[in-house]
């Protein structure tokens, strides 16, 4: 009896316990913020909307993942990050990111961007006054190869675009249920489209370009007073980019030959009111391996509506490539060119 007595006291222990017991998530839902960005690319020259070359292809503003920081409003610090990869698309065709952070109660600056940029460098993420995205400097290799003492600081690579979203003085009130953030990321960088006329395209083998007078990067932290608030463009000192171009042809053109190296090309932005400063090199190697160099001023062409309202900076300028090898001798060292053949008979003894 005693243990029968035992046993039915330790079970309704283990009712009782049962009881008083309940499953809840490892997160908690007071604490859980879900978040989507709609990544917007509709007013990006040259991206989706003025395309005058549809030959080329257009640079990439898809991404695989975006950083979230969340920054501290009074002091903007960074309390923590996280990271969303879940990817859709809308109705309009946009790229969408979205996933969840655990975010207590009270006031925020959230800034959010695209982490897979390998030319696009972010440094200063700590305070989001500081965050600073810029590209880094040719490898002395390549600086050796082009004319560089004709740009004033440095040559660096082309920028990836950098999609950037923020929400500032942003309230997380108490909540029971999820609570939801969306908002839209924008590009903080332009795309130009250059081209020259070309003469002898069929000698060219490769030709590269540097472009001066540049921004070198882009505080982009914080909101500013920018058309589509992308930060604080960093001007001292400025930059030169590089970048690679193609060969196709404008229809555009007069006459038989509609032949043109072109590219488009990513950067932070032409710096305000520059004047004698803005000009690009074009470096191309012909079939032979000879080096070809052509340097024009973009002065004036940068004030043109083509340039400021469509990002389009076609050059008037025709660059004849000659012909590296004018006198082609048929032949070589294993064979000799004759110029006649003389007959001589002569006998042979068997």
Known sequence: MRKSGFITLFAGVLIILAAGCERRPLYMMEERLAIKVTMDVDTVSNVMRNIYNDQIAKPSTNTDMLRVFLYDHENHNMLTQGFLSDKSYDDEGHQVLSGYMNVGYGTYDFLIYNFDTPNTLISGESNEDNILAYTSSLPQSVIAQIDSKSFEGSVTYQPDHL?????????????????????TAHTCLNTYYIQIHVVGLQYVKGCTAVLSGLYSGNKFGRDSDMPVGVGQHIGDPSTSVYFALEKSTDKNIAGENKDVLCALFNTFGKIEDTASNLYVTFNAVDTQGNQIKKTISLDMLFRTADALERHWLLIDDVWEIPDPNPNPVDGGGFQPVVDDWDEKKVSIDL
């Open 163 to 183: 999609m950037v979203a923020r929400e500032q003085n942003y309230r997380v009130a108490p909540h029971t249920e999820m609570a939801y953030l969306e908002t």
